[in-house]
């Protein structure tokens, strides 16, 4: 199955700097890799996800970049704001299923 | 209506009850799924159905039994649960069940078992 590791856990971003989170994956065969926000009590959403037909794709102040070969994918938040703190979590399927193998997550803090 | 729902948002229950947790969603997807989170970790998956069947069980102990009573509706049945169940239990839905569908996650229902 697919196993994919989130680095950093923790995050601590004075506001209106950057945050990144970087996930590594085992399967080569994976090509889709979503990355969901959850804030306390709530539900995880889906903020931004990339296919391996691109390299990188960017929604306003979040990007995603991919990197087949190395098989790594990074979110770069830019220009935080204390509404951007969560918990992320990047996610992989699995090669046998493709049900999503989620990282451990990342919590990132924004402080003002 | 483009949202996941779950009742009830909150549960507590003894080890001796049997209890259910329901959700439900009318975007027409074809796949939903029960996913356990305790806090601070991400979700573990439980159960998949696939167009009204169960395809996927991650090897969940029977105390936990589901159900999908038809294309809009997933169940979880609960009973005789320990203390270590007690977590926030999530459902989704995706329009298939392929890899690069997108996943909506319901708000959950936190359950505590004393």
């Known amino acids: 199955g697919e196993n994919v590791e989130q680095h950093p856990s923790t995050l601590s971003v004075q506001e209106g700097d950057s945050a990144v989170i970087k996930c590594t994956y085992s399967?080569?065969?994976?090509?889709?890799f979503p990355w969901y926000k959850q804030e306390l009590g709530k539900r995880p959403q889906l903020i931004i996800d990339?296919?391996?037909?691109?390299g990188e794709k960017k929604d306003q102040r979040i990007a995603v970049t991919l990197n087949k070969t190395a098989k790594h994918f990074s979110l770069h938040i830019t220009e935080t704001q204390p509404e951007d703190s969560a918990v992320y979590f990047c996610?992989?399927?699995?090669?046998?299923?493709?049900?999503?193998?989620f990282g451990a997550g990342t919590t990132v803090t924004v402080r003002a | 209506d483009t949202e996941v729902t779950q009742t009830p948002k909150h549960l507590v229950m003894g080890m001796t009850n049997k209890k259910s947790l329901k959700c439900e969603q009318h975007m027409g997807h074809r796949a939903m799924y029960w996913y356990k989170q305790k806090a601070k970790k991400p979700p573990e998956l439980m159960f998949v159905?696939?167009?009204?069947?169960?395809?996927i069980n991650e090897s969940v102990p029977s105390r936990f039994s589901p159900e999908c009573p038809n294309s809009s509706l997933l169940n979880l049945h609960l009973h005789a649960l320990q203390p270590e169940d007690s977590a926030l239990y999530l459902c989704a839905s995706s329009h298939s069940t392929g890899e690069l569908s997108e996943q909506f996650f319901g708000p959950g229902t936190r359950l505590t078992v004393l």
């Open positions: 159905y696939s167009y009204e069947k169960l395809s």
């Open positions: 399967d080569s065969a994976s090509n889709y």
């Open positions: 990339i296919r391996s037909n691109v």
């Open positions: 996610a992989a399927p699995r090669s046998n299923d493709y049900k999503l193998s």
